[in-house]
């Protein structure tokens, strides 16, 4: 079957680390032969400078058209919400797609240099609602200025969407206890003791489908608890589910935990689309020097193929996603490193070596 893939290489350091990863991700679909078409879209500042949108409307019927795609970091402080044209592209694609689970590993990897030994987790994160303003009302935006001294945050949580996160969740739970050959344990993460309703309906969502994974051990623990145990002892979890604005802290918090945020992958999934997207920013303090780690934009890619493999029960796309990931895997255990993981190599020779290593598979 023939993939197209979408790029969207964002801001700060997305045109560095997006072109390198979509090279690899090419070099190991040829190794198995996997067609793909890469279509290269308009996104962020670059895009506003042309077209006065951060995310033009073609961009998004283009990406209708696409299997998947990959999404660079955006640099959406930066973006002037009171201009119509510079909406946040990622929130924007998660909901327009209903993208509602954001898959965030974080896991020790060979030559990676960390403080911890054994972490091998997964962070679950409802994508489309909670406590993010541009995408959990219809019209408007749910951040309110009431006078010049008071703010009104609003937060959504539907039980739709905690069911189907939860889904997925004990889904990936199962899946990577067969593939680990040791039982699975997914974890719910919450402050249902604080916010009763919302986390509370939550946690109950989470429970109901426990019920029908009994192969799954399943526990909750509250977010602040969670960001103790996950600093003092992370090699105890598995699977973490939660909502979005805890999400986002804890999958940052894990990627520290590995190494960096430069190793950190991640995928949006929907049951139609899936999105690469690193867990990183658009690193501005390091824009433009050629030194931005490419590992966690490749490490997404590798997730996309996987999610394809599954989606188009297509061995050659998962096959193509295992590849990437031991090339990216034999390049740090080689030794090939960027600064932030102590190393000096630059972003275009750990591509390179990625390269380098899913050519030798051929040979
Ligand atoms: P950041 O993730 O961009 O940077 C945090 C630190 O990690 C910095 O020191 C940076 O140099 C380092 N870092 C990040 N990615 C790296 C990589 N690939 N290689 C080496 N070092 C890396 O977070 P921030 O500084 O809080 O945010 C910067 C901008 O990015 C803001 O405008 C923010 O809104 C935006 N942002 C976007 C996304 C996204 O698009 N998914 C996510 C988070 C933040």
């Known amino acids: ?5 979408g790029v969207l290489a964002g801001d700060g350091i997305g045109p560095e680390v997006v072109p390198v990863a979509v090279e690899a991700a090419e070099e190991a679909a040829r190794t198995v032969g996997l067609a793909v078409e890469w279509v290269e879209l308009p996104v962020g500042l670059s895009a506003y400078a042309r077209t006065g949108e951060t995310l033009p409307a073609q961009t998004v019927q283009a990406l209708q058209t696409c299997h998947g795609w990959v999404l660079g970091p955006v640099e959406h402080h930066r973006y002037d919400p009171r201009l119509p044209g510079m909406r946040n592209p990622s929130g924007v694609l998660r909901k327009h797609f209903d993208l509602y689970a954001n898959v965030r590993p974080a896991r020790n990897l060979p030559g990676v240099p960390s ?13 489309t609602e909670g406590f993010y303003p541009d995408r959990n009302v219809q019209e408007g935006d749910a951040e309110l200025r009431v006078t ?7 937060r959504v949580v539907t039980r739709r969407a905690c ?25 719910a993460v919450h402050k ?63 990627a520290g935990l590995v190494g960096s945020l ?38 997404s890619l590798a997730m996309l193929f996987g999610w394809l ?15 990437l ?9 080689a030794g090939v490193l960027t600064p932030d993981l102590g190393g000096a190599c630059t972003t275009a020779e750990f591509g390179r070596a990625v390269r380098g290593r899913l050519r030798a598979t051929m040979g």
Do not use: K
């Open 262 to 299: 430069g190793v950190a992958p991640s995928l949006n999934a929907g049951d139609g689309h899936a999105m690469a997207q690193a867990v990183h920013g658009s690193a501005p303090d390091i824009a433009g020097r050629g030194i931005a780690n490419p590992t966690a934009e490749v490490l």
């Open 115 to 127: 403080r911890y030994e054994g972490v091998d987790l997964v962070v679950v994160r409802e994508n």
């Open 148 to 154: 010049d001294d008071v703010v009104v945050s609003l």
């Open 325 to 333: 990931e031991a090339a990216v895997h034999g390049a740090l255990a």
């Open 309 to 323: 493999g599954r989606r188009h029960g297509d061995p050659a796309a998962t096959e193509a996603g295992r590849r």
């Open 192 to 254: 249902a003791n604080v916010l009763r309703r919302g986390d509370g309906m939550f946690l109950a969502c989470c429970r109901e489908v426990a019920s029908r994974y009994p192969q799954v051990a399943f526990e909750d623990v509250h977010v602040d608890a969670a960001a103790y145990f996950l600093v003092r002892q992370p090699d105890r979890y598995d699977v973490l589910v939660t909502t979005n604005l805890f999400g986002d802290i804890l999958s940052d918090l894990a």
């Open 1 to 5: 079957m023939a993939y197209r893939i």
């Open 163 to 187: 069911v189907r996160v939860a889904e997925y969740a004990f889904a990936l739970a199962a899946a990577r206890a067969v593939r680990r050959g040791r039982p699975g344990r997914l974890t």
